[in-house]
């Protein structure tokens, strides 16, 4: 799949923008501040209909505006179909086909975009928050009902940690409602444990030889799910349960002692190990980095399994990032099959074939010329 | 000021109203000055009155203008059934359907920790009560089905369960009339856990 043009208007520091790009590679040159994330940015959004930089839509309008737009021409199994959001004080349209989507869950999906920024090489050595944030996009893009269960599964933990709290303090003594409220929160957490495990086989399979290429077969890489609970991945959901109940039974004091949930997927995170040994703790820089990139390339592998076609890839300021090795392992991964966006102040020192014959884009404030 | 205090505070009356803004709530005030004087006192009166007389059911809880309230009252109904609302609104929408021939519980809210309402805060503790005394064998439990309600339902049948009154809970999935393409996946995946064999 690969966006043939994108007409903008009224967003960010782009007045009016009228691009059309090469299917293959597009490398976005400009200074800082000139409006390179802006265009990537715009793609993002143009796929999942809203922003990973801001929460406020508002904030994508110019300025001086009230609407900003942003038009794209998709081509994607052989058709070819135009897609649009609009943005005002009113709220946001999501277009596609020229037709208005109620739901933008029919909105989204219309064009996979994947996006490669600096902080995801943070995916490694960062927080578990992250990892777990990595995790959850992933499955929430493949399978939409998973997003329910998380949502589901976090208001109840907020409920059942203002209870433990209130036990805590023994405002209340009342246990009949944690029973309830336990009972609510495994009821969830199973499905979304059991369903991590089954996206953990599917990341490992495309992952590790991913890794193994970008290693020249000197580094293995495994990954496993970090929990305190006495879970097997092969494990049914119903095990899952089960073992769940009884952590939180055998737990209970303690929890309340605690006055928060201290089991159950919002805890658990996920471990990279490289020759067997931890990456995170003992792994080099430029191992992390294999790990994570690694992890990103693998993403693409499955959007293309899941929906037949590479999605879009987009590379802000992250190519720089990577040493020339890991550089034209990436671009030799995506050379002829995935439509890839880089942003990037300078291209002179990316030696690759694929940059070479690749369309040139200079940013300059808000205007984009391309390069002949 | 732009206006004289006699509209100003019938503006920010109407204000107080749900889903009515200060421009709506100007609207209806210079409406107000031009309705008839009778009109504007039935009004008034009819307000007032709603609040005064209106009070509620020392046994269900339910909204009403007598105690016991005329669903409580009413002998034709089934006593031995009780179905547990979270408001009395809820209660208009069941005798709507004119289904249901037993009694109602309206518990005024539902238990959410989050925001410091437990049991006692809400009308659980007189249903409690009333199953003691009344020779009730079913209670249905018909809280709207998001968490606070799943997890009050399930606290009220923790409650009774070692009585031995049988207790339900509403099923929830596809409405009727409607069609599977249109119906979200959450809702969809309720309606096949709840399929029943035929």
New interface residues.
Partial sequence: MHIKDIKLTHYRNYEKLDLTFDHQVNVIIGENAQGKTNLMEAIYVLAFSKSYRTSKDKELINWDENYARIEGTVHKRARQFPLEMQFSAKGKKAKLNHLEQQ?L?DYIGALNVVMFAPEDLNLVKGSPQIRRRFIDMEIGQIQ??YI?HLG?YQ??V???N??LK?LQRRK?S?E??L???T??LVEHARVIIAKRFIFLELLREAATGIHEGISQHSETLSIQYSTPLDVLESDSEEKIGKCLHETFKDNREKEIDRGSTLFGPHRDDLLFYVNDRDVQTYGSQGQQRTTALSLKLAEIELIKREVGEYPVLLLDDVLSELDRHRQSHLLDTIQGKVQTFVSTTSVSDIKHQTIEQAALFNVTSGTITKQK | MYYPEPISKLIDSFTKLPGIGPKTAVRLAFFVLNMKEDDVLDFAKALVNAKRELTHCSTCGHITDQDPCSICSDGTRDESVICVVQDPKDVIAMEKMREFNGRYHVLHGTISPMDGIGPEDINVPPLIDRLKDEKVNELILATNPNVEGEATAMYISRLVKPSGIKISRIASGLPMGGDLEYADEVTLSKAMEGRREL
């Fill in positions: 739901r869950s939409p009902i329910y589901q208001k109840i907020k409920q059942r203002h209870l209130q209340t009342d009949t409602m029973d309830v409220l009972d609510q």
